[in-house]
């Protein structure tokens, strides 16, 4: 068992590695190609910059088609023109257009227009744009929409690795619990099968054993063990199939189950029950398989106090919820632990699988719709499993 949680944990470690390998590398790769790209942006600007320039400070009436379309090409980089005072004298690409800035109000127009220049200043060094000896403008540009989705796009990525990672965990832990059913159904099966010819037989000598005369007391004494054990058959050919719940008075079941415990425990181990209403609780419950979460609570006590202490049940209702709590005197559990004492194959006992808390959750919250926890535990003081079960 330890083998294979190693390996699950090592699979887990492994998968993880993977993920921030490659979350590593694609964050690698997009700032990589980020830096080169605003490179190759902080080039056009330039060419647009020096393509202003000639087109504003020339006199000549040459071609300037060439000029013209290097201004108009730029359809990507948003771009602010500003005097030697600051104020804005041309912008281009800011999702303003012409027809929005003329009816829009001028003063609501310049404050965009210094917002988006006061961003541009904190993003990149200004251009400059030398018109003539006395005349310089400044050019501010932000970052193209091209470059901004590939910032973003690491992130994006990430967000589908860790999406991808959560539906295989779920795929993984479905595939492992369609296992595990499998495993407990199998094992049930064939556990009450192997049962009933043994238990078949030793009914037919308690009948032989009555008719030779042997001491009747002893002879029912023998009786109840054998039907107990014919219980027990019946209890693992339960599982698997779906539970047939029926009304019934709670306080007969534990009563029963907790009277059966008594005789077959030490004297040194005390068990008491104690019902907080003086009216009996009906619950709809399986009686043999809730029995079996009794005794295996109770059991599991014992182990924990090593054959000496105290065992005690409280039943209430909180919130229309029927409250089982059984409290043991024993070793305790610690808080780390809490849930993993409820793992199949997780065991203190060095012999046994381990199997019994797994049983108990598996028949109070799969057949009965219910809840089974660790209220509460102090190592060397006690620990409290706490029961909720839907009022019927």
């Keep these: 068992m330890k083998f294979g949680l190693d ?14 390998l490659i979350v590593g590398i694609s964050v690698y790769y997009s700032n990589h190609l980020a830096q080169e790209m605003a490179g190759e942006e902080r080039q056009r600007i330039n060419l647009w910059a020096e393509a202003t320039r000639r087109l504003v400070s020339t006199n000549d009436e040459s071609d300037l088609s060439f000029l013209m379309e290097v201004i108009e090409g730029n359809t990507t980089i948003p771009v602010l023109i500003a005097d030697d005072n600051g104020s804005v004298i041309m912008h281009r690409n800011l999702g303003l257009s012409e027809e929005a800035e003329e009816k829009s109000d001028s003063a609501e127009v310049a404050k965009f227009l210094n917002k988006k220049l006061e961003e541009f200043k904190r993003e990149e060094t200004a251009i400059t ?14 970052k193209s929409t091209i470059l901004n989705k590939l910032e973003y796009y690491p992130y994006i990525q990430w967000c589908i690795i860790v999406t991808f990672f959560v539906v295989l965990f779920f795929v993984f832990a479905s595939a492992k619990r369609s296992e595990q059913n499998r495993v407990w159904v199998g094992l049930s099966k064939e556990t009450a099968h192997q049962l009933g010819t043994p238990i078949s037989s030793l009914l037919a000598w308690v009948e032989i054993l009555k008719s030779e005369g042997v001491d009747k007391s002893m002879m029912d004494e023998m009786e109840k063990d054998v039907n107990r054990l014919r219980t027990i058959a019946e209890r693992f050919s339960k599982i698997g199939s779906k539970a047939e719940l029926t009304p019934v ?65 409280e039943v209430s209702r909180i919130n229309g919820k029927v409250i089982i709590d059984v409290t043991d005197t024993g070793k305790g559990i610690p808080k780390s632990k809490f849930e993993t004492v409820f793992n199949p194959g997780f065991t203190t006992k060095k012999r046994g699988w381990g199997l019994g808390l797994s049983l108990v959750r598996r028949i109070v919250e799969e057949y009965h719709k219910g809840k089974i926890f660790v209220k509460h535990s102090e190592i060397n003081v006690g620990t409290t499993f706490r029961i909720i079960l839907p009022n019927s």
């Design 7 to 20: 390996n699950q944990k090592n699979i887990k470690y492994i998968f993880s590695a993977i993920a921030i």
């Design 249 to 313: 008075v709670l306080n007969d079941i534990l009563d029963n189950a907790l009277a059966y415990m008594r005789k077959r425990t030490s004297n040194k181990v005390s068990i008491t029950c104690q019902y907080t209403e003086e009216s009996p609780i009906t619950v709809a419950l399986n009686q043999p398989l809730f029995e079996w979460v009794i005794e295996n609570l109770c059991k599991n006590a014992i182990d924990a106090m090593e054959g000496e202490g105290k065992i005690h049940v």
């Design 129 to 142: 744009i030398q018109i003539d000896e006395d005349t310089q403008h400044f050019l501010y540009y932000g």
